[in-house]
C-alpha cells in the first residue's frame, strides 16, 4: 500500500486558482493509476480527475473539464490537480487515490478500484 500526502489546498476568490499535490512513498509509484476526488459536507464522494500510470490517458468529470489539469512527475513521485477558474460549487475536501488497476474506461470513476488515499485537503472557494 502505497503512502498518500495532499497539500495546496486554502481559501480563494471564484474565479481564482489553485494547484494541488499529491506526494507518494515508495518506488512503485509508476505502477499506480492515480486519481483526485472529492467530498463537500453531506455530499457523496465524488470522482474529479484519473491519470493513467505513464500520464498517457487522463479523464474528468464533466462538472471540471475545460477548468482542471490532473498530471503526475513520477519521477518526483508526486501527481497534480491545477484547478482555474474555480467556482463556490467546488469548496469541498480534496483527496488522491492510488489504483494498482490499469486505466479503464469503465471504472476510473469509481471510489472502489483505488486501493490507497491520503488525508485530504481543504479547498473552499468563496463568492
Known amino acids: 500500500q502505497v503512502q498518500l500526502v495532499e497539500s495546496g489546498g486554502g481559501l480563494v476568490q471564484a474565479g481564482g486558482s489553485l494547484r494541488l499535490s499529491c506526494a507518494a512513498s515508495g518506488r512503485t509509484f509508476s505502477s499506480y493509476t492515480m486519481g483526485w476526488f472529492r467530498q463537500a459536507p453531506g455530499k457523496e464522494r465524488e470522482f474529479v480527475a484519473v491519470?493513467?500510470?505513464?500520464?498517457?490517458?487522463?479523464n474528468y468529470a464533466d462538472s471540471v473539464k475545460g477548468r482542471f489539469t490532473i498530471s503526475r512527475d513520477n519521477a518526483k513521485n508526486t501527481v497534480y490537480l491545477q484547478m482555474h477558474s474555480l467556482k463556490p460549487e467546488d469548496t469541498a475536501a480534496y483527496y488522491c487515490?492510488?489504483?494498482?488497476?490499469?486505466?479503464?474506461?469503465?471504472?476510473?470513476?469509481?471510489?472502489?478500484?483505488?486501493?490507497?488515499w491520503g488525508q485530504g485537503t481543504q479547498v473552499t472557494v468563496s463568492s
Open positions: 491519470i493513467s500510470r505513464s500520464g498517457g490517458i487522463t
Open positions: 487515490a492510488a489504483s494498482r488497476n490499469l486505466y479503464s474506461t469503465g471504472s476510473y470513476f469509481s471510489p472502489g478500484i483505488y486501493d490507497s
